[in-house]
């Protein structure tokens, strides 16, 4: 079935009016399908959403979810809408086809896919790829769960393009077509358990991102990484292995403190320019990646000389009164926060918490051990943060994200630093992690320290 043939008079009903569902409506939209938005928040606080709709002359509803999607041939679902919602329930009894975004912008792709997916990294990996590429010449894309929606560039990209997506487990659980040319999967540790119900589950939706995949196809895939190991992945695709640990069998490994690629060398692992353990498996597997178009390794170095880590993720944000800043938002589980510890070399205020998706934070307590002199927590997960990490570490709480950032500062000392890795989502305090980022930004740039509070900030 074409492109033309799913979406042409087709009616569309799309759950969630955030950046993809207004982007997916206006996709619908172009290749002449009838979409119809809803979403349960108020008109208040969906002004430039309705904007964008209303001049599109797209239809929709605010203020909850009515029948009206009902009617709809099948429904799009933006990334943070339950499947457990009763709207969805009632279309899923009458047997109408639910759809992530992702999915649906898929099938008007006229270029290659390749799409990252992981418990971590995800971000980082796909911003690495996107400057490989745009370097080595291709006409280069990069979206999906990292900001722009895939919906939103989709029709931009030509038939010799790329798009680097980043796909989240909740984009792939409502695919059915969706089949990345490049498939990656960085690493597998406890998330979103809170959704999935079990470890299980939220693994075995990871690997259906390789499911559609043909022999034509590549999945890229984490030698070192247990869970990834033993999962028995049922594909098609040619599969590439990446490896900090391991020589045998894997395309991209570190050797002597090198990054190699098959045989070749492409750079010593001190001049990466985005560190820690964790970054250096992210640009073994981008590297994997561009061995699949013969990018040449040249082009490999000099970018991973250069690049810089993403917003809001191991975000080196600058130094008041000698005290180091870094904004870690985009640490949503306990796995990414473990990461940072390991990346940060000085002493330091750990700031932890939001909403808790079942996570077990004892697990940061080896490599927090001789690092953490304080925990300040914040959000729903505060208590049982204290009562997890209260026997390892001096725990505090703050009421706010600005009252924990001065609490930090008032206790460190020149030298130490201030750490945002929450380990946690953002929506008991924040509408997501960029905005959590950005507040963080804004406490730190209003500190005040007597002879130092004309000290600047780096800020992006």
């Known amino acids: 079935m074409t492109t033309e043939q799913k979406i042409k008079n087709r009616k569309i009903g799309i759950v969630g009016m955030a950046r993809s569902g207004v982007a997916a409506a206006v996709l619908a939209d172009s290749f002449g399908g009838k979409p119809f938005v809803s979403d349960i928040n108020s008109a208040d606080n969906l002004q430039i959403e309705i904007a964008r709709l209303e001049s599109a002359g797209i239809p929709f509803e605010v203020g909850g979810h009515t029948d009206k999607l009902l009617t709809a041939d099948f429904i799009v679902v933006s990334p943070g809408v339950p499947l457990t919602i009763d709207i969805i329930k009632k279309a899923q009894s009458k047997g109408i086809p639910i759809f992530s975004e992702i999915e649906f912008a898929s099938w008007c792709c006229k270029g290659k896919i390749i799409a990252i997916t992981g418990s971590n990294g995800k971000t980082t990996t796909t911003s690495l790829l996107g400057e490989i590429f745009s370097s080595a010449g291709y006409d280069t894309f990069v979206a999906g769960n990292i900001g722009l929606p895939f919906s939103e560039i989709v029709e931009k990209i030509p038939s010799n393009g790329i798009a680097v997506i980043e796909v989240s487990n909740f984009q792939l659980e409502t695919i059915s077509d969706f089949k990345p040319d490049v498939a990656v999967i960085l690493n597998l540790t406890p998330d979103h358990i809170d959704r999935h119900g079990s470890f299980e589950n939220y693994i075995k939706t990871k690997f259906r991102i390789t499911e559609n995949q043909s022999e034509k196809d590549n999945l890229v895939l984490n030698a070192d990484d247990t869970e990834i190991k033993k999962y028995n992945v049922s594909t098609k695709a040619e599969i590439h292995y990446f490896s900090n640990l391991d020589t045998s069998g894997t395309d991209a490994f570190v050797q002597n403190d090198v990054l190699t690629l098959h045989t070749e060398k492409v750079i010593a692992a001190d001049n990466i320019a985005i560190l820690g353990p964790h970054n250096l498996q992210n640009a073994a597997a981008a590297v994997t990646v561009a061995s699949v178009f013969d990018i040449p390794i040249d082009i490999l170095a000099k970018v991973l000389k250069s690049f810089q880590p993403v917003e809001h993720r191991m975000e080196q944000i600058g130094a008041v009164a000698g005290v180091n800043f870094i904004n870690d938002s985009k640490a949503t589980n306990i796995d990414s926060v473990t990461f940072a510890l390991r990346s940060v070399k000085t002493q330091l205020y750990l700031i932890a918490g939001g909403r808790d998706k079942g996570a077990d934070f004892k697990e940061i307590i080896p490599y927090g051990k001789d690092k953490i002199k304080s925990i300040i927590a914040i959000g729903e997960a505060k208590e049982k943060i204290f009562a997890q990490l209260g026997k390892e570490f001096r725990v505090q709480f703050a ?62």
Not at 411 to 422: R, Y
Not at 443 to 454: C, I, P
């Open 399 to 460: 009421a706010t994200l600005q009252e924990a950032v001065q609490k930090a500062f008032t206790l460190a000392i020149p030298g130490e630093t201030v750490l945002l890795s929450p380990g946690c989502a953002s929506f008991d305090m924040f509408e997501n992690f960029e905005k959590r980022g950005r507040e963080f930004k804004n406490a730190v740039s209003g500190l005040k320290n007597g002879k130092n509070e004309n000290e600047t900030l780096s800020q992006k």
